[in-house]
């Protein structure tokens, strides 16, 4: 399991001219099952992504895609931990 936190590297007018890509880019991880949840940070200075991949690769291989990566308006970190509590709810998420 990872952590992708997003920090912008440009002002709000440039991550909103790439909003829509990234939702999009979002929208297909949720459907492959890699992304759990996300949103932006308070204040607006990036974003969190809670993301289920095999490998630190294949996460990285993830937010490399992200249209905020491929146009340099925003930098990830990418943490992996392994969880060992959560609620029900998404315990297929977490257990292999």
């Not at 991550?15 to 297909?28: G, M, N, P, S, V």
């Not at 949720?30 to 996460?59: D, L, M």
Request: with cysteine; aromatic share 14%; glycine share 6%.
């Amino acid at each position: 399991m990872f952590i992708f936190l997003l920090k912008y590297t440009k002002g709000l007018e440039a991550i909103d001219k790439f909003i829509t890509e990234h939702a999009a880019f979002l929208d297909k991880y949720y459907a492959k099952g890699n992304f759990i949840c996300s949103g932006r940070r308070t204040p607006r200075t990036g974003g969190v992504i809670i993301c289920k991949a095999g490998s630190f690769e294949e996460a990285k291989k993830i937010a490399d895609e992200d249209p905020f990566t491929i146009n340099e308006i925003a930098e990830y970190e990418i943490i992996e931990f392994q969880p060992s509590k959560y609620v029900d709810e998404i315990k297929s998420f977490v257990v292999k």
